[in-house]
């Protein structure tokens, strides 16, 4: 059973930065892609940005400029470099990650708060 672990959250103000990990366990296994997702109260979850195994990168278009996504394929872990916080950005961050075990599957983590004052 794949297991993903967030960390690195926290209470920030507004103009700072934090960086979140999320680090995959529970076997051998091939990761396709990994992302981060966040999910504001009352709001949808929402996609942050996403990582392919091959370091290909896609960002929401609110996040551009400011956070960095990137990977330790070694390590199964993602981490989000994010600069420049917003109130805004106060969310619960959630990673997911497809892994490859014969077939396709999206696992989710618990998520992580990120509360960012004004």
């Known amino acids: 059973q794949v297991q993903l672990v967030e960390s690195g959250g926290g209470l920030v103000q507004a103009g700072g930065s934090l960086r979140l990990s999320c680090a995959a366990s529970?076997?051998?296994?091939?990761?396709?892609?990994m992302g981060w997702y966040r999910q504001a109260p009352g709001k949808q979850r929402e996609l942050v940005a996403t990582?392919?195994?091959?370091?290909?990168?896609n960002y929401a278009d609110s996040v551009k400029g400011r956070f960095t996504i990137s990977r330790d394929n070694g390590k199964n872990t993602v981490y989000l470099q994010m600069n420049s916080l917003k109130p805004e950005d106060t969310a619960v961050y959630h990673c997911?990650?497809?892994?490859?075990?014969?077939?396709?599957?999206?696992?989710w983590g618990q998520g992580t708060q990120v509360t960012v004052s004004s």
């Open positions: 990582i392919t195994s091959g370091g290909n990168t």
């Open positions: 997911n990650a497809e892994v490859q075990v014969g077939i396709r599957v999206l696992y």
């Open positions: 529970g076997g051998r296994f091939n990761i396709n892609f």
